[in-house]
């Protein structure tokens, strides 16, 4: 199997936002989609090991941002190139609440997610969701194949640069 023809399917670039008891978890992901219009429900494919699935299993609620095409590159390596078991992420970049949960200030929309159901997959959790709230934002939403095309070693670089400023630090300083 050519792995690569995935790449071909179009899809965006999200993050994922979910509350963790007081503080908050959140990760990159592709894999989410609409499922229905009326009523408006979501389907969110996330990563079986995260933290932020495991938050989005306990409280059954998560927000999306979706990011857009001149996000800075960091944001993605910062919520997709490590754990926010290791890193509190929310902290290193300007974001907001909605019904609690955190959202990007600057993103192209954001919206607010209740599971009505899930189901184990092999490496992932499918949730299936209501849309509870919804607002559009600014900018032109990046996409996963434009992210590969255009981004990723930014990200790499970014991320990188990331690691370097803790280690002279010590710390999770934002």
């Known amino acids: 199997m050519d792995d690569k023809a995935l790449f071909s399917i179009s899809c965006g670039l999200y993050v994922v936002g979910a509350r963790n008891g007081e503080g908050l978890a959140g990760c990159i992901v592709d894999a989410f989609i609409q499922a229905t219009a009326f009523p408006a429900t979501v389907i969110l494919c996330s990563q079986r090991q995260t933290l932020t699935n495991a938050c989005i299993k306990a409280t059954g609620q998560f927000s999306v941002s979706v990011l857009r095409e001149d996000v800075d590159p960091f944001v993605v390596a910062l919520f997709g190139f490590q754990s926010s078991r290791a890193v ?87």
Do not use: I
């Open 88 to 174: 509190e992420k929310w902290g290193h970049v300007p974001y907001e609440l909605q019904d609690g949960l955190p959202v990007l200030k600057n993103r192209a929309a954001w919206l607010t997610c209740g599971v009505l159901f899930t189901s184990e997959l092999a490496t992932h959790t499918l949730f299936h969701c209501e849309v509870k709230k919804t607002e559009q934002g600014e900018g032109v939403p990046l996409t996963y194949g434009d992210y590969r095309a255009r981004m990723k070693n930014a990200t790499v670089a970014a991320f990188q640069a990331f690691k370097k400023k803790r280690a002279a630090h010590g710390a999770d300083e934002p």
